[in-house]
């Protein structure tokens, strides 16, 4: 018996750090909610619509951008313009407030990325990074560490002084 009573401590730490990883599980693997459920399955994958068309300063700016609210309803205008989503969308849309999209890729602070050499530089496909963006309904987070930046450089034979060129 003088053993029992440490045993179940541990047992009961067991159950707790497993208890941790069950309820956070979903926000680890399928993202964050976002404030409009919005699907690039839907969008990007099933209708085909081109990433360009809402994230148009890709190749052009540090940031690829988020896109206007004006932009949704190019099409929500006619396409199911009474979902109940599609009404949220429109109640930013009035206040004229953009919205606020929880963001998911993001590089550590001391790096610096930017779209515009790989896009129209490397002429590299957005899944080369972001993965299979149009098969998913909620992106996941993803930090991109600084190995991911190194071993695509050294196999495509780009910049390596990232100490001059990648960093603030
Ligand atoms: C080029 C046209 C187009 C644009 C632009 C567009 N959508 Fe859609 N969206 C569609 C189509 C088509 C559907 C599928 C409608 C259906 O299922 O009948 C859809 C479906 C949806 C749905 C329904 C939920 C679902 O997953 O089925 C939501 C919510 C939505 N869009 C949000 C948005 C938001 C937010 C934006 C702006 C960032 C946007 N859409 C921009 C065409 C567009
Ligand atoms: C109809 C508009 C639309 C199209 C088309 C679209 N996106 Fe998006 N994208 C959005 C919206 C809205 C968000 C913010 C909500 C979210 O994260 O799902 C977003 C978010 C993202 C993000 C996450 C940014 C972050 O850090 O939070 C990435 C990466 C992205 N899109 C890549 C792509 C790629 C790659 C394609 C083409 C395969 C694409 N998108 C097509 C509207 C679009
Ligand atoms: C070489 C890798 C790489 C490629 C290729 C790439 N991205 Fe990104 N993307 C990133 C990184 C890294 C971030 C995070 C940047 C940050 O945090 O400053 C990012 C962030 C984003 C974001 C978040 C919002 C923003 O403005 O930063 C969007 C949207 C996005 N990418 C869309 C795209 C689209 C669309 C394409 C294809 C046309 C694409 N990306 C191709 C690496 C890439
Ligand atoms: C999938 C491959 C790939 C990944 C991943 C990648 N890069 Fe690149 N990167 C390239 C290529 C190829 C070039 C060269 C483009 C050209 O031809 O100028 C480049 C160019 C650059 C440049 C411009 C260098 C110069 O010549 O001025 C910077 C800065 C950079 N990358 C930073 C990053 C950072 C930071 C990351 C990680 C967040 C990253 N890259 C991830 C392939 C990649």
């Known amino acids: 018996m003088r053993h029992g009573y440490p045993l179940m401590v541990l047992g009961g730490l067991l159950f707790a750090i497993m208890f941790f990883f ?3 599980y979903p926000s680890l693997t399928i993202g964050p909610a976002q404030p409009i459920p919005f699907s690039h399955r839907v969008h990007a994958g099933v209708k085909q619509i081109d990433c360009r068309f809402c994230h148009p300063y890709v190749a052009r700016s540090q940031d690829a951008g988020m896109p206007a609210v004006e932009k949704c309803f190019f099409c929500h205008k006619y396409i199911i313009p ?3 989503e599609i009404l949220k969308e429109k109640a930013y849309f009035e206040r004229n407030k953009p919205v606020p999209w929880v963001r998911v890729f993001w590089v550590p602070e001391f ?3 930017r779209h515009e050499p790989h896009i129209a530089q490397a002429g590299l ?3 080369r990074c972001h993965g299979a963006v149009k098969e998913t309904d909620r992106l996941g987070r993803v930090k991109f560490e600084m190995g991911f930046c190194v071993t695509c450089h050294r196999n ?3 910049e390596l002084d990232c100490w001059l060129a990648c960093h603030r």
């Open 82 to 84: 009474d979902h109940p």
């Open 22 to 24: 069950y309820a956070a």
């Open 156 to 158: 495509m034979g780009a």
């Open 125 to 127: 496909d957005c899944s």
């Open 111 to 113: 790096v610096f990325f």
